[in-house]
């Protein structure tokens, strides 16, 4: 069974600036997987993010980037913003099935 | 502006069955292929089921499969999703959601599945 982890919780101060990242249990994570981003606060349906590794929505702000850092998928926050405090999920692809990570609740602090 | 509007949860008894509705406004239904994704309480999110804009292929995560059917009806701009031999662990919010590619862009607001004596 294949396991994506993320880190289980972080923190950043404001204004700071904080990376989380996306391994997959089966190797080194490419572009092949197709890495998706979304942030989910309570309540609310996921918000996406990113997609396809390092595209950005047009609702994205621009202070999210998403990469490819050491074989894993990763999304850099750069400037946090108290509204940025939310839980994330990075979602990879794997021939026919997808699979999220189990989510990284980050504070901003 | 795309709209998508989940329905169809409720109070289920295990072994039940329940058919979730996902309705599409704003977009042309049959241009995009369509995913189910679920939230149990307090928990992460776990990808559910894929089906094509055109139907032709169809995938399912392991922990439905045999159960759960997608389907979907283009002229009424619906997706669906029949649950059947339904258990606890079924217990979630259940999502819709647009795909482009592999780009999960839009989704619903969700509805709620119990399942539970």
């Known amino acids: 069974q294949t396991v994506v982890t993320q880190e289980p919780s972080l923190t950043v101060s404001p204004g700071g600036t904080v990376t989380l990242t996306c391994a997959s249990s089966?190797?080194?994570?490419?572009?092949?997987?197709?890495p998706n981003w979304f942030q989910q606060t309570p309540g609310q349906a996921p918000r996406p993010l990113i997609y396809g590794t390092t595209y950005r929505h047009s609702w994205t702000p621009a202070r999210f980037s998403g990469s490819l850092l050491g074989g894993k998928a990763a999304l850099t926050l750069s400037g946090a913003q108290p509204e940025d405090e939310a839980e994330y999920y990075c979602?990879?692809?794997?021939?026919?099935?997808?699979?999220f990570g189990g989510g990284t609740k980050l504070t901003v602090l | 502006e795309v709209q998508l509007v989940e329905s169809g949860g409720g109070l289920v008894q295990p072994g039940g069955s329940l058919r979730l509705s996902c309705a599409a406004s704003g977009f042309t239904l049959s241009s995009y292929a369509m995913n189910w994704v679920r939230q149990a309480p307090g928990k992460g999110l776990e990808w559910v089921s894929y089906i094509s804009s055109s139907s032709s292929t169809i995938y399912y995560a392991d922990s439905v499969k045999g159960r759960f059917t997608v389907s979907r009806d283009n002229a009424k701009n619906s997706l669906y999703l029949q649950m059947n031999s339904l258990r606890g662990e079924d217990t979630a919010l259940y999502y819709c959601?647009?795909?482009?590619?592999?780009?999960?862009?839009?989704w619903g607001q969700g509805t709620q599945v119990t399942v539970s004596s």
């Open positions: 089966t190797g080194a994570v490419t572009s092949a997987f197709y």
């Open positions: 959601a647009r795909v482009a590619g592999r780009d999960f862009q839009h």
């Open positions: 979602l990879l692809y794997y021939d026919a099935t997808w699979v």
